[in-house]
């Protein structure tokens, strides 16, 4: 199939559409190595796909975009480090988008035709291609530090990021946003939902939305489970150079990158017990359960990098040198999350691509 990329024409509404999975060679000539470490299987795959339905109960929209974005005029969506396409398939099924999608090998007489891409650095957890297909969405492989190719700038209207937090260095940050600002057509928009590493058990020791950021040493150091958990999510963090406190720069990152920030809003994420008394609505949509399991699965994976560099350690500062002792660390973790509950911040904003 010929790429539609190589097929654009000067204008991006005659962009010669096809849906397709393109080979990694027509976008990008070399793909680093992706820094995330949950292996791209099947587990991961339906998590991602679980973790998407408790993030739309989280953020409230009841919807794949908050109300604050307009898609009458959008042509054009991107899905970067899309993941499942979780996302993308959700917004191409809903009525009002499925209506505009064109039909496979044809051109669509609409004005307001709407194109569905996605990329991500690995491409083993697209759907089959036979689902693609069927909704338009157009996959390929694109590592998002590196520019989009030359073809694809200025052409979004709409670019969609999501939990990244655990892929991308502080510098790797810098160059994904500078790639968004580029693929997005002047006023087009950024929507994008991180969260911070970083787990508390109660209210009262978390930090006011206008904190400077999370007090690291009291979350790595206090005794007891909370610490356990922040010694795997915060240390892994910081280990990579990755942010532990994006909820409360995500803004000021987006305004140096060329955006005006016009809908922002923090998130609490609760897991386990906690959910009865933060987000009831997990509850009644039986996702009590599978917010513990989500934060252990990935709680597994990061203390087993941080375990294999020599990197993992106790509340007390002691170095864990077992698996075995990984494995209980996680398991007091479960334990408190279900019996205490615990939660975490997540933080959306919807940015306006201005003039530099
Ligand atoms: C936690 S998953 C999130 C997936 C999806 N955005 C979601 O919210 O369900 C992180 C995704 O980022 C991808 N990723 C990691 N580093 C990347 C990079 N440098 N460029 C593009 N994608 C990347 C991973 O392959 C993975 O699919």
Redesign the pocket.
């Known amino acids: 199939m010929t790429s539609p990329i190589a097929h654009r024409s000067a204008a991006p509404s005659q962009f010669a559409v096809m849906s397709s999975t393109l080979p990694a060679s027509d976008v990008s000539e070399k793909h680093?190595e992706?820094?995330?470490v949950i292996p791209?299987a099947d587990p991961e795959k339906i998590r991602?796909g679980k973790?998407?339905e408790l993030k739309k109960i989280l953020v409230g929209w009841n919807a794949p975009i908050p109300q604050s974005v307009d898609l009458s005029k959008v042509t054009h969506v991107l899905?970067?480090?899309?993941?499942?396409c979780?996302?993308t398939v959700d917004l191409a099924t809903q009525p009002l988008i499925r209506e505009r999608l064109p039909v496979p090998g044809q051109r669509s007489a609409r004005d307001d035709s709407i194109h569905l891409f996605a990329?991500?650095?690995?491409t083993k957890?697209f759907p089959d291609k036979s689902i693609t297909d069927k909704l338009g969405i157009t996959t390929f492989q694109?590592?998002?530090?590196r520019p989009f190719p030359d073809t694809l700038q200025a052409t979004f209207d709409l670019v969609h990021v999501?939990?990244?937090f655990?892929?991308?260095t502080k510098d790797?940050w810098q160059k994904a946003l500078r790639n968004c600002y580029d693929v997005l057509k002047p006023g087009g928009f950024l929507l994008i939902d991180e969260a911070d590493p970083v787990v508390y058990s109660d209210m009262t020791s978390a930090p006011p939305e206008d904190a400077e950021g999370h007090d690291l040493e009291k979350c790595l150091q206090a005794p007891g489970w909370v610490s356990e958990a922040n010694r795997i999510y915060a240390a892994f963090a910081i280990e990579n150079g990755f942010f532990v406190d994006m909820t409360f720069q995500l803004s000021r990152l987006l305004r140096d990158a060329g955006f005006d920030v016009i809908d922002t809003k923090r998130v609490v994420a609760p897991a386990g017990r906690a959910c009865h008394t933060l987000k009831p609505e997990l509850v009644e949509n039986g996702l009590e359960d599978f917010s513990v399991e989500n934060l252990s699965f990935i709680f597994e994976h990061l203390g087993a990098a941080l375990l294999a560099k020599g990197k993992l350690c106790m509340p007390d500062g002691s170095v864990v040198t077992s698996s075995e002792e990984l494995k209980s660390m996680v398991q007091d973790v479960k334990q408190g999350f279900r019996e205490d509950g615990g939660f975490s911040f997540g933080r959306y904003c919807v940015a306006k691509k201005m003039h530099k």
Do not use: K
Request: glycine share 6%; aromatic share 16%.
């Open positions: 680093a992706s820094l995330y791209a991602l973790q998407y899905d970067v480090a899309c993941g499942t979780a996302w990329c991500d650095i690995e957890f694109h590592d998002i530090t999501s939990f990244l655990l892929c991308l790797g």
